[in-house]
Nanobody
Framework: QVELVESGGGLVQAGESLRLSCSFSGDTFSRYTVGWFRQRPGKERELVAAASRNGGTTRYGDSVKGRFTISKDNVRNVVNLSGNSLNLEDTAIYYC????????????????????WGQGTHVTVSS
């Protein structure tokens, strides 16, 4: 069965960088399109970034565009999320998600489009 496990969260100073990883197991990773979502305190879950099954097509949420980068590695079976210039609004629980992709460039921005989820990793940005 598919399992996703996030790592790399913790306390980050405002203005610094972040790198999260999500390891995938249980199936052939190259069949899956992936996403990173986050849930900020008192807010709904929102898209951070999404990548197609080969990683060549990416999409970003408006609040992180230009600051965050998603990368999918089908050899190591991981999807990474890196971010810079973090601010207090980036404090959230970050989740990775996956679903089988119907085509090579498919990406999904809605959380209800994904079938598999990790348990989440906390990121706290302090001033």
């Amino acid at each position: 069965q598919v399992e996703l496990v996030e790592s790399g969260g913790g306390l980050v100073q405002a203005g610094e960088s972040l790198r999260l990883s999500c390891s995938f197991s249980g199936d052939t990773f190259s069949r899956y399109t992936v996403g990173w979502f986050r849930q900020r305190p008192g807010k709904e879950r929102e898209l951070v970034a999404a990548a197609s099954r080969n990683g060549g097509t990416t999409r970003y949420g408006d609040s992180v565009k230009g600051r965050f980068t998603i990368s999918k590695d089908n050899v190591r079976n991981v999807v990474n999320l890196s971010g810079n210039s973090l601010n207090l609004e980036d404090t959230a629980i970050y989740y990775c998600a996956a679903r089988v992709a119907p085509g090579p460039t498919a990406t999904y921005v809605r959380s209800d489009s994904y079938h598999f989820w990790g348990q989440g990793t906390h990121v706290t940005v302090s001033s």
